[in-house]
Protein backbone atom coordinates (compact mmCIF):
# COMPACT_ATOMS: atom_id res chain seq x y z
CA UNK A 1 0.00 0.00 0.00
CA UNK A 2 0.72 3.76 0.08
CA UNK A 3 1.88 4.33 -3.76
CA UNK A 4 2.87 7.36 -4.81
CA UNK A 5 3.47 8.03 -8.72
CA UNK A 6 5.22 10.70 -10.88
CA UNK A 7 4.56 11.21 -14.58
CA UNK A 8 6.27 11.50 -16.04
CA UNK A 9 9.93 10.08 -15.08
CA UNK A 10 11.58 11.81 -17.57
CA UNK A 11 10.85 15.42 -19.53
CA UNK A 12 13.18 17.57 -21.62
CA UNK A 13 11.54 20.64 -22.72
CA UNK A 14 12.38 24.08 -24.66
CA UNK A 15 13.45 26.93 -22.60
CA UNK A 16 10.26 29.03 -22.43
CA UNK A 17 7.77 26.09 -22.72
CA UNK A 18 5.72 25.49 -19.74
CA UNK A 19 5.94 21.56 -18.64
CA UNK A 20 3.70 19.84 -16.06
CA UNK A 21 4.67 17.01 -13.49
CA UNK A 22 2.02 15.25 -12.19
CA UNK A 23 1.76 13.52 -8.52
CA UNK A 24 -1.15 10.86 -7.79
CA UNK A 25 -1.47 9.18 -4.44
CA UNK A 26 -2.63 4.90 -5.95
CA UNK A 27 -3.77 3.37 -2.98
CA UNK A 28 -4.95 6.54 -0.28
CA UNK A 29 -6.37 9.84 -0.01
CA UNK A 30 -3.41 12.13 0.25
CA UNK A 31 -4.73 15.74 2.42
CA UNK A 32 -0.73 16.75 1.97
CA UNK A 33 1.74 16.90 -1.05
CA UNK A 34 5.08 18.38 -0.65
CA UNK A 35 7.34 18.96 -3.38
CA UNK A 36 10.68 18.77 -3.82
CA UNK A 37 14.15 19.56 -5.94
CA UNK A 38 17.02 17.79 -6.07
CA UNK A 39 20.09 18.62 -7.43
CA UNK A 40 22.84 15.90 -8.38
CA UNK A 41 24.50 14.71 -5.24
CA UNK A 42 22.71 17.19 -2.90
CA UNK A 43 19.68 16.97 -0.66
CA UNK A 44 15.72 17.17 -1.28
CA UNK A 45 15.08 21.21 -1.27
CA UNK A 46 11.47 21.14 -0.01
CA UNK A 47 9.49 23.63 -2.34
CA UNK A 48 5.96 23.82 -1.30
CA UNK A 49 3.56 22.06 0.86
CA UNK A 50 0.02 21.36 -0.87
CA UNK A 51 -2.88 20.90 1.47
CA UNK A 52 -6.18 19.60 -0.45
CA UNK A 53 -8.08 22.22 -1.60
CA UNK A 54 -6.35 25.00 -0.18
CA UNK A 55 -2.99 26.80 -1.98
CA UNK A 56 -0.04 25.69 -1.82
CA UNK A 57 2.68 27.09 0.86
CA UNK A 58 5.69 27.51 -0.48
CA UNK A 59 9.16 27.63 1.00
CA UNK A 60 11.34 30.89 1.01
CA UNK A 61 13.00 31.54 -2.15
CA UNK A 62 10.53 29.94 -4.19
CA UNK A 63 8.50 31.43 -6.68
CA UNK A 64 5.13 30.78 -7.08
CA UNK A 65 4.58 32.37 -10.15
CA UNK A 66 7.41 30.10 -11.55
CA UNK A 67 5.95 27.17 -10.01
CA UNK A 68 2.36 26.65 -9.76
CA UNK A 69 1.27 23.72 -7.57
CA UNK A 70 -2.47 22.60 -7.65
CA UNK A 71 -3.91 20.03 -5.27
CA UNK A 72 -7.61 19.83 -6.64
CA UNK A 73 -8.19 16.78 -5.59
CA UNK A 74 -7.29 14.14 -2.50
CA UNK A 75 -5.34 11.63 -5.18
CA UNK A 76 -3.60 14.32 -7.43
CA UNK A 77 -1.22 17.45 -7.23
CA UNK A 78 0.76 18.80 -9.82
CA UNK A 79 3.70 21.26 -10.23
CA UNK A 80 3.79 23.22 -13.49
CA UNK A 81 7.29 24.78 -14.02
CA UNK A 82 6.07 28.13 -16.27
CA UNK A 83 8.77 29.42 -18.77
CA UNK A 84 11.40 26.69 -18.04
CA UNK A 85 14.72 27.55 -18.25
CA UNK A 86 18.05 25.89 -17.84
CA UNK A 87 18.88 26.34 -14.62
CA UNK A 88 15.30 24.63 -13.42
CA UNK A 89 16.32 21.76 -14.89
CA UNK A 90 16.69 19.49 -11.93
CA UNK A 91 14.87 16.28 -10.09
CA UNK A 92 11.94 17.06 -9.08
CA UNK A 93 9.53 14.51 -6.17
CA UNK A 94 6.32 14.57 -4.77
CA UNK A 95 5.51 12.91 -1.45
CA UNK A 96 2.06 12.46 0.09
CA UNK A 97 0.64 11.86 3.83
CA UNK A 98 -2.87 10.21 4.30
CA UNK A 99 -2.99 13.08 7.02
CA UNK A 100 -1.59 16.52 7.65
CA UNK A 101 -1.39 15.62 11.46
CA UNK A 102 1.29 12.03 10.88
CA UNK A 103 4.56 12.26 10.27
CA UNK A 104 5.12 9.44 7.42
CA UNK A 105 5.27 10.45 4.28
CA UNK A 106 5.23 8.22 0.87
CA UNK A 107 7.53 9.43 -1.88
CA UNK A 108 7.19 9.44 -5.51
CA UNK A 109 9.67 8.47 -7.91
CA UNK A 110 10.61 11.90 -9.21
CA UNK A 111 10.95 13.44 -12.51
CA UNK A 112 14.05 13.98 -14.49
CA UNK A 113 13.33 17.40 -15.74
CA UNK A 114 15.78 18.40 -18.37
CA UNK A 115 15.43 22.42 -20.06
CA UNK A 116 17.28 22.98 -23.25
CA UNK B 1 19.41 18.57 9.19
CA UNK B 2 22.62 19.37 8.30
CA UNK B 3 22.93 22.57 5.84
CA UNK B 4 21.63 21.55 2.23
CA UNK B 5 22.94 22.35 -0.97
CA UNK B 6 26.53 21.01 0.17
CA UNK B 7 28.10 18.14 -1.63
CA UNK B 8 27.49 14.36 -0.63
CA UNK B 9 29.87 12.62 1.85
CA UNK B 10 30.97 9.73 1.02
CA UNK B 11 31.54 6.11 2.83
CA UNK B 12 32.64 3.49 1.02
CA UNK B 13 32.63 -0.24 3.00
CA UNK B 14 33.73 -3.45 1.59
CA UNK B 15 30.69 -6.12 1.26
CA UNK B 16 29.96 -7.91 4.37
CA UNK B 17 31.29 -4.96 6.76
CA UNK B 18 28.87 -3.03 9.05
CA UNK B 19 28.45 0.25 7.52
CA UNK B 20 27.33 3.73 10.14
CA UNK B 21 25.78 6.91 8.55
CA UNK B 22 25.60 9.43 10.77
CA UNK B 23 23.56 12.86 10.46
CA UNK B 24 23.12 15.84 13.03
CA UNK B 25 19.98 17.32 13.51
CA UNK B 26 19.38 21.29 14.20
CA UNK B 27 16.21 21.02 16.15
CA UNK B 28 16.42 20.13 19.64
CA UNK B 29 12.75 20.24 19.56
CA UNK B 30 12.23 17.31 16.79
CA UNK B 31 9.82 14.78 17.75
CA UNK B 32 10.12 11.95 15.11
CA UNK B 33 13.03 10.90 12.89
CA UNK B 34 13.79 8.85 9.88
CA UNK B 35 16.29 7.51 7.43
CA UNK B 36 15.57 7.12 3.92
CA UNK B 37 17.33 5.59 1.09
CA UNK B 38 17.82 6.85 -2.12
CA UNK B 39 18.96 4.60 -5.45
CA UNK B 40 19.85 6.82 -8.13
CA UNK B 41 17.50 8.59 -10.37
CA UNK B 42 15.00 7.41 -8.08
CA UNK B 43 12.65 8.67 -4.81
CA UNK B 44 13.57 8.20 -1.10
CA UNK B 45 12.52 4.79 0.26
CA UNK B 46 11.70 4.36 3.79
CA UNK B 47 13.90 2.77 5.78
CA UNK B 48 13.48 3.47 9.74
CA UNK B 49 12.28 5.58 12.06
CA UNK B 50 12.44 6.42 15.75
CA UNK B 51 10.99 8.74 17.97
CA UNK B 52 12.14 11.04 20.28
CA UNK B 53 11.41 9.20 23.31
CA UNK B 54 13.36 6.05 22.22
CA UNK B 55 16.96 5.85 22.02
CA UNK B 56 17.43 2.75 19.63
CA UNK B 57 15.33 0.69 17.19
CA UNK B 58 16.18 -2.08 15.63
CA UNK B 59 15.11 -3.63 11.69
CA UNK B 60 16.36 -6.11 9.79
CA UNK B 61 19.83 -5.78 9.63
CA UNK B 62 19.14 -1.96 10.63
CA UNK B 63 19.31 -0.08 13.28
CA UNK B 64 19.10 3.41 14.01
CA UNK B 65 20.58 5.22 17.16
CA UNK B 66 19.16 8.73 18.30
CA UNK B 67 21.35 10.95 20.96
CA UNK B 68 19.43 13.76 22.07
CA UNK B 69 21.54 15.52 24.11
CA UNK B 70 24.46 15.95 20.96
CA UNK B 71 21.23 15.77 18.89
CA UNK B 72 23.10 12.54 16.51
CA UNK B 73 21.25 10.23 14.55
CA UNK B 74 22.80 6.95 13.22
CA UNK B 75 22.05 4.27 10.94
CA UNK B 76 23.77 1.17 11.51
CA UNK B 77 23.58 -1.34 8.89
CA UNK B 78 25.16 -4.99 9.38
CA UNK B 79 26.72 -6.92 6.84
CA UNK B 80 26.68 -4.57 3.91
CA UNK B 81 25.92 -5.76 0.84
CA UNK B 82 26.09 -4.33 -3.03
CA UNK B 83 22.30 -3.33 -3.09
CA UNK B 84 22.84 -0.95 -0.29
CA UNK B 85 24.94 1.04 -2.69
CA UNK B 86 22.70 4.22 -2.40
CA UNK B 87 22.59 8.17 -0.78
CA UNK B 88 21.00 7.45 2.58
CA UNK B 89 19.14 10.75 4.32
CA UNK B 90 17.86 10.77 7.61
CA UNK B 91 15.14 13.60 8.10
CA UNK B 92 13.62 15.37 11.41
CA UNK B 93 10.03 16.42 11.98
CA UNK B 94 8.99 18.96 14.54
CA UNK B 95 6.18 18.74 17.39
CA UNK B 96 4.92 21.91 15.54
CA UNK B 97 2.47 22.40 13.02
CA UNK B 98 3.26 24.60 10.16
CA UNK B 99 0.46 25.62 8.12
CA UNK B 100 -1.23 22.72 9.36
CA UNK B 101 1.17 20.06 8.93
CA UNK B 102 4.58 18.89 9.96
CA UNK B 103 7.36 20.12 8.03
CA UNK B 104 10.57 17.66 7.25
CA UNK B 105 14.06 18.73 7.29
CA UNK B 106 16.06 16.38 5.61
CA UNK B 107 20.15 15.86 5.91
CA UNK B 108 22.32 16.29 3.38
CA UNK B 109 22.92 12.99 2.96
CA UNK B 110 25.84 10.40 2.43
CA UNK B 111 26.51 8.34 -0.17
CA UNK B 112 27.27 5.02 0.74
CA UNK B 113 29.38 2.99 -1.96
CA UNK B 114 29.73 -1.14 -0.80
CA UNK B 115 32.59 -2.84 -2.97
CA UNK B 116 32.22 -6.73 -3.39
Known amino acids: GAVVSQHPSRVICKSGTSVKIECRSLDFQATTMFWYRQFPKQSLMLMAT?????????EQGVEKDKFLINHASLTLSTLTVTSAHPEDSSFYIC????????????FGPGTRLTVT | GESVGLHLPTLSVQEGDNSIINCAYS??????FIWYKQESGKGPQFIID?????DKRQGQRVTVLLNKTVKHLSLQIAATQPGDSAVYFCAENPQTLTGGSYIPTFGRGTSLIVHP
Open chain 2, 50 to 54: IRSNM
Open chain 1, 95 to 106: SARGSSVTYEQY
Open chain 1, 50 to 58: SNEGSKATY
Open chain 2, 27 to 32: NSASDY
